[in-house]
């Protein structure tokens, strides 16, 4: 595979920062503002993706159903309109992946996004001491008017003003979640990145200082969670891909057996386990939001409401499906159930094997177990475990948080599933040398 121009590179920077800080921009420059970025920055991976000839045929299979199945479901949605804008948006994120997964080798796509992660995650610090240091009080999004409100709930500010307090911090991205989970995912690869000998070492380890620190002033339970399952997930395969034969396969089984365990003895321990994290035993909401979201879904179980990824406030049923403390939430606060109420059981079929598929050579590449059969010597690396080690984050996130469907999560998604899948050009010209 050729490797990416100056511009291509800028682009896929500029890509990343749009689709991992939304809210950044959105809170910055308005919607409207953001909108133009996102159209600005969607034409011009077209036009790269036209420039460079891509196959679509490239893309997963299931990929290409699951796109296909959510715009077919306008015709039967209860919200056609949002349903065509959901599809639309859905459609950009793709383009957008696209590009990051055909135009870039696995080591660009790495390095673009470790690099994105540096500004966001080093601009957030330097964004809440400002705030705490000078301004010194809560700070709400611009271009926005909130003079109605009686009462301006804190969801709603860009910053509130913690740092000093020992409270959570929202960075940039106006959300201790998606920060903390912004961390994670940079601290995976500024990890691999250091493993593998790219960059300086003293740069890698501060990067990942900083990582940390956001991890700890954002103390998102769920992404705690995340951290723990992903460095589980990396201690089993460094185990594995140390043994071969009949020990690979023990080991593997092994791991399999605990895995199932740990899930069972989450649920049952539940309750003790929510409050080492410092969570109510009713997920902070969650159970009540995702019974409400179920009743719903079970009324069209089959094909669901129609698509629209984000909910969309204007439109029933979620312009007060689910409110709380004031604050109408947009989000089932679980992918899979947010699949199931806008496309059904067949929705949920579709995109279970199409992330089935994305972690199974996920799992391939990291455990190197089809080296023999396409990848050369250079490709053998500690990044090779990024795909899975970023799936695990995003699938553990996918449980509380509905973001696999929308911007960094589903694009992430749709680059891993490319750049793990046989159609890939890094892996036929492996299988070339």
Known sequence: MRAATSYQRALAMLCFAVLAAGDFWRYL??????????????????????????????LPFFLL?????????????????????????????????ALLATCLSWEEVLETFSDTMRWTLGLSLLFEFIVAAFIRRPVLPLWVDYSDLEKIPMAYYWSRNLLFEGGRIQGIVGNANIL???????????????????????????????????????????????????????????IVRRT????????????????????????????PLLGLLGRSPDLTNRLDIWEKVAAL??????????????WVPWVEPFDDLIVIKGVTYLQAHNAWLDVFLQLGGVGVAIFALFVLGALMRSWGMAA???????????????????????????????????????????????VIAVKTGWSDPERAEGVEA
Do not use: C
């Not at 308005?30 to 490239?58: C, F, K, N, P, T």
């Not at 306008?74 to 459609?91: C, D, E, F």
């Not at 009949?246 to 199932?260: E, W, Y």
């Not at 879904?297 to 984000?310: E, F, I, N, T």
């Open 368 to 414: 190197e177990i089809t080296r023999i059969r396409w990848a050369p010597a250079e490709l053998r690396t500690p990044e090779n475990a990024a795909p899975l080690l970023l799936l695990v984050a995003l699938l553990v996130q996918s449980l509380a948080e509905s973001r696999l469907l929308i911007e960094i999560g589903f694009a992430l998604l749709v």
């Open 29 to 58: 420059l308005s919607w409207w503002g953001w909108g133009a970025l996102a159209v600005i920055v969607v034409a011009l991976a077209v036009v790269e993706l036209v420039r460079a000839r891509v196959d679509v045929r490239r």
């Open 297 to 310: 879904a079970v009324q069209r179980p089959a094909v669901g409401w129609g698509w629209v990824s984000y």
């Open 180 to 238: 903390g989970m912004l961390a994670l995912l940079g601290l995976i690869v500024f990890a691999l990145r250091l493993a593998a000998r790219k960059g300086s070492p003293v740069w890698g380890w501060f990067w990942i200082a900083v990582a940390v620190a956001n991890l700890a002033l954002t103390r998102s339970s769920t992404v705690m969670v995340a951290l723990v399952v992903v460095a589980l997930a990396a201690l089993f395969l460094w």
């Open 65 to 97: 159903l699951f796109l296909a199945f959510a715009a077919a479901s306008i015709a039967w949605s209860a919200y056609p309109g949002a349903s065509a804008l959901g599809v639309s948006l859905t459609l950009a994120t793709t383009a957008i992946a």
């Open 244 to 271: 071969t034969g009949a020990a690979r396969v023990a080991v593997f089984a092994s791991g399999v057996a605990l895995a199932v365990a740990g899930v069972v003895t989450a649920v049952l321990a539940r309750e």
